[in-house]
């Protein structure tokens, strides 16, 4: 069985979606500076590399991350490559695709091969609110993507994200597909449990893993 860790690192410099928080990794203290443990300080955002939306993202009293069912964010999903060139996932797409039955889908697109840089990509390949639409009507609950962001870079109406988050579908961004093909796996996605009213988002660790019999 093989695993596949689509997590993006979480370290200083990566590339961060335009307006986000930085990354700060600094020591709060240390074995080396004489103190009895090493223990990191960490700041960043709660949608910082790999990481899941939460309904309160973009719906005020909607769901927070504490309470988004671990039967969605765990169990089979398939994974889609995208062509290269396509700069947009339509609805004619995703038509033209085998999505009976599939209740989490993940796509690669060549934002996989942004994470090598430093600079946050305003190009990314996203998914048109149409798409999205389509994929809630066949009954998905959980769409993945290889970027900071599902939705067009400043698309100034977040349909993309309302049409899944209003209707309970869970969305992962900041995947890294690369060398992971297209088919169906297991999903384990788990991000942090955040309470205190922060509940927008978190940081999560995703893996794929190449079904067994048992699944």
């Not at 709660?46 to 993202?57: I, L, M, R, S």
């Not at 089979?76 to 039955?101: C, M, N, W």
């Amino acid at each position: 069985m093989a695993i596949y860790d689509v997590t993006v690192p979480i370290r200083s410099g990566m590339p961060i979606y335009e307006g986000d928080p930085p990354v700060k990794i600094e020591a709060a203290s240390s074995l080396a500076s004489g103190d009895s443990a090493n223990v990191s300080f960490l700041h960043f955002g709660a949608h910082t590399g790999t990481h899941v939306d939460a309904p309160a993202h973009f719906i005020e009293g909607a769901a927070k991350i504490d309470s988004l069912p671990l039967d969605v964010l765990i169990g089979p999903a398939r994974v889609i490559h995208v062509p290269e060139d396509r700069t947009e996932i339509d609805s004619e797409f995703l038509s033209s695709g085998e999505l009976e039955d599939v209740q989490r889908i993940i796509f690669r697109t060549r934002n996989s091969n942004f994470w090598n840089g430093e600079g946050f990509r305003k190009d990314f390949t996203h998914l048109l609110p149409e798409a999205a639409e389509l994929l809630v009507n066949r009954g998905v609950k959980l769409v993945g993507i290889d970027y900071l962001s599902i939705e067009k870079f400043h698309s100034g109406h977040h349909r993309t994200h309302i049409a899944l988050l209003s209707r309970a579908v869970v969305i992962v961004e900041g995947l890294n597909l690369s060398g992971v093909p297209a088919g169906d796996y297991e999903l384990i996605c788990l991000p942090l449990k955040i309470a205190e009213g922060a509940g927008d988002g978190a940081p999560a660790r995703v893996v794929l893993r190449t079904l067994s019999d048992k699944l």
